[in-house]
């Protein structure tokens, strides 16, 4: 099948009604739309007019590069999408950051995808940090 991606123009819209189609009720419009506008790579694929994947880099573009919200619909996942997500995803950070310094490349992964990072080189370090979380009330 051919899949359209796009870059840095996946909406908010569309963020959250892929959001929802695997983790339930999405954030509000008004962050998503600012998540949008302050993240430094967007990748969404189609299938026609039908968003069925996404992914985002977020950082500071120079030390600190941070994958968020890798999604394939549930329907389309086990067909290679994910792996063209990641791919698109480390492709912009060999273009954008500082060759030869030995960027790295952080996400936060549930502990049933850990497989499928590894299978692109990620390793869990757990046993040296612990992700911490605050939420502002
Ligand atoms: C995780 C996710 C993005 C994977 O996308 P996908 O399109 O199904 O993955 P792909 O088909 O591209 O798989 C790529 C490879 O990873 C493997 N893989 C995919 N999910 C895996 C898993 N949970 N455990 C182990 N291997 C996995 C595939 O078998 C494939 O291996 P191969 O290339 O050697 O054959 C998708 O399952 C998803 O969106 N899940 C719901 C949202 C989510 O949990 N996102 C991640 C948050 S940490």
Known sequence: MEYTV?????????F??????VWG????LEQTRLAMEHTLFRVSVFDGET??????????????????????????QG?????????ELLGFVRKSGISGTGIFVELCAMPDKIPFYEKFGFEANEAQRLKMMYQIP
Do not use: C, F, S
């Open 6 to 14: 796009r870059y840095n123009e996946l909406t908010a819209e569309q």
């Open 16 to 21: 959250i009604e892929l959001w929802e189609t």
């Open 25 to 28: 009720q999405g954030p509000t």
């Open 51 to 76: 968003i069925i994947a996404m992914a985002r880099m977020i950082g500071d573009m120079g030390l600190d590069y941070y994958i968020k919200d890798v999604i394939v619909r549930p329907e389309y």
């Open 79 to 87: 067909k290679g999408i994910g792996r063209l997500l990641i791919g």
